[in-house]
């Protein structure tokens, strides 16, 4: 922007930035903003400056050079901006040495002024204040000058003349310049009473205004408290509310739904050493297609895990489906399960039945053989070690069946070490927010090493909306909870959604994600146990047990509230024996646990 002013100054006079000083290059700048939002240019503390908007104010720049022009205006504060001690409410001119209040006489102020400073930029003219002593200097000089004036026309009058015998005419001249004379005194009297009248009534009107101004400031303060008083009230009912009922579900999901996300997800498994996919051999025998596991000498039993799927028949080491998240900062980072951003790194599920074969012979053996044992129940607890799987801790490859016999020369060589390393990739990790068709790329950050929790991050353009974490680990049995999430159960909200592009219409229907609130209250606390040499094993790990039944999958990763509107639980598996049913979080410590990346 050309003109000769290069900076904008702002002289902070109380408030959280008292007596400092902000000097603002314009450059290209066509607007200031003012207000406790960080991206402000002239920001303020959003704890000490209380009463200031997140988007208080600003400054407009208009034209340049010498038609260069700044003006004020409010952004619809809560508390009001004003100028030179007037509220204003209207866009209004800005000149040097003007002071500004954010929210009244309780607000932080200070004074606004360029450099250099155009001589077309003249400070605003200042009206002198009139007090009471200068007012009553003015009247007694008045009242001095209307004497002194009596005096001097009367000292100026020609003394009487001597009581001697006169004609007529001498008596009619006499008569004649003693009227004059009188005309002359009355005069002046006049003349001083009005310079009396004149100046002592302007420092009266001049009083006046300046007590007006001065009552006007005062009453502006004494609504400005009221105010602030009637909202510390409510916010302290609402506290004590809080504290003695606790927030009812749609209070949470009014203030949380938004920051409470659905996420899609699909990964896959692939092999360290080749960088292939990782396949389960599957054989149709009869009419039944099933996967196969093999029973190694030392009699452990394994998958068949292949890297080669050329007739399409075998299934991918993968997973998919859609689950929960919340987000905890409002610069993009989510807490989920880590079932639903990390699948790889949990239990993986196999079908219920299979084939085993028998590896015959024992290590280097020339007649090593598969034979076929038969189907087996994972179910089983001789097979509760395959359930336990998961798949980044490795397994064995054999090679590929294309083509050749079951039971010759597909047998891996067991004289060598053939145990490999995977590792997990997401292929989709998708957020999507309440109301968005559109849904934002995560990204895999940590994931816990002792439960089901993750931390997922997404690039926002925006400041996100947050839940509050519990500070502590205190959960009683029998208090409320509420949980908001995505489960596949629930009703979803279609969009019919008309578009043209390039001539064509198109008609889609979208669902449009809207969480779902249930409620509960906490029914059991289970803790880990320790194993020999101070292991502690975390398979059932720590888990808040919840009456929270109307909900399923897809809701694992949502946030778990109690009464205060604090997490302190994601909702992860549930459980089911029979017709009974329980659902299950996981301890928001672990979560907490995952934004540490320096011990404390």
């Known amino acids: 922007m050309g003109g000769v002013v290069e900076r904008v100054v702002i002289r902070h006079l109380s408030g959280s930035k008292a007596n400092q000083i902000e000097q603002i290059p314009i450059g290209d700048l066509q607007e200031i903003t003012i207000g406790r939002d960080p991206t402000s240019k002239i920001a303020f503390d959003p704890t000490i400056d209380g009463v ?20 004020l205006f409010d952004l619809n504060s809560s508390n009001g ?3 030179n001690g007037q509220r204003i409410s209207q866009e209004a001119e800005l000149l040097p040495e003007d002071k500004i209040e954010l929210g009244g006489a309780k607000g932080p102020k200070f004074t606004f002024d360029l450099q250099p400073r155009p001589a077309s930029f003249a400070a605003r003219t200042r009206v002198i204040g009139v007090d009471d002593s200068a007012a009553t200097r003015l009247i007694e000089t008045a009242q001095t000058a209307a004497s002194t004036a009596v005096a001097e026309v009367t000292a100026s009058a020609p003394p009487p003349p001597q009581k001697v015998g006169v004609g007529q005419e001498t008596v009619q001249r006499l008569i004649v310049e003693e009227r004059r004379s009188t005309s002359r005194i009355w005069g002046a009297v006049a003349a001083g009473l009005l310079a009396f009248i004149a100046l002592g009534g302007g420092a009266v009107y001049w009083k006046q205004l300046k007590d007006d101004e001065r009552h006007q400031a005062e009453l502006a303060d004494v609504k400005a408290d009221a105010k602030h008083a009637d909202q510390r009230s409510a916010s302290l009912q609402s506290e004590v509310k809080t504290n003695l009922i606790g927030m009812t579900p749609l209070d949470i999901y009014n203030k949380y739904a938004n920051a409470t996300a659905r996420i899609d997800l699909r990964w896959r498994l692939f092999d360290t050493q080749t960088g292939k996919p990782i396949f389960h051999q599957t054989f149709k025998i009869g009419k039944d297609t099933l996967p196969a596991y093999v029973r190694l000498p030392n009699g452990k039993v394994v998958r068949w895990l292949t890297l080669e799927d050329d007739l399409r028949s075998n299934q991918q080491i993968a997973g998919s489906g ?18 639903v951003a990390a699948g790889w790194k949990v239990t993986y599920e196999s079908p219920r039945f299979g084939y085993l074969f028998d590896l015959g012979g024992g290590p280097g053996a020339k007649n090593a053989k598969l034979r076929k044992y038969g189907i087996i129940d994972l179910e089983s607890d001789d097979y509760a070690d395959l359930n336990m799987w998961v798949p980044e801790a490795g397994g064995v490859i054999f090679p590929s069946t294309v083509a050749i016999p079951i039971g010759r020369n597909n047998i891996p060589d067991m004289t060598r070490n053939e145990q490999r390393t995977f590792e997990g990739r997401n292929e989709q990790l998708e957020v999507r927010f309440p109301g968005a068709r559109l849904g934002v790329n995560a990204a895999l950050v940590r994931a816990s090493a002792d439960s089901d929790a993750a931390l997922i991050k997404i690039d926002s353009p925006q400041l996100l909306d947050k839940v509050e974490l519990a500070d502590d680990d205190q959960v009683t049995i029998g208090e409320k909870v509420v949980v908001l999430g995505y489960p596949g159960v629930s009703v979803e909200n279609v969009q019919r959604q008309v578009t043209v592009e390039n001539g064509l219409t198109r008609v889609q229907n979208e669902v449009i994600p809207e969480a779902t609130v249930t409620d509960g209250i906490v029914s059991k606390l289970s803790t880990g146990y320790k194993e020999k040499d ?28 109690n009464a205060n509107g604090k997490v302190i639980g994601l909702f992860t598996y549930s459980r089911s024996r029979g017709d009974a049913r329980v659902t299950l979080a996981v301890p928001i410590k672990f979560g907490r646990d995952l934004l540490r990346a320096q011990r404390n």
């Open 534 to 561: 101070g292991v502690t094993l975390t398979s059932a790990g720590e888990r808040i047990q919840l009456s929270v039944l109307a909900t399923g999958a897809g809701n694992s990763g949502g946030p778990v509230f």
């Open 52 to 71: 200031v908007s997140r988007q208080h104010a600003a400054i407009r720049i208009e034209g340049e050079g010498d038609d260069l022009k700044f003006k």
């Open 322 to 339: 859609r689950g929960s998240g919340f987000v905890i900062s409002e610069q993009g980072y989510l807490l989920t399960n880590k079932h």
């Open 81 to 83: 901006t004003f100028l």
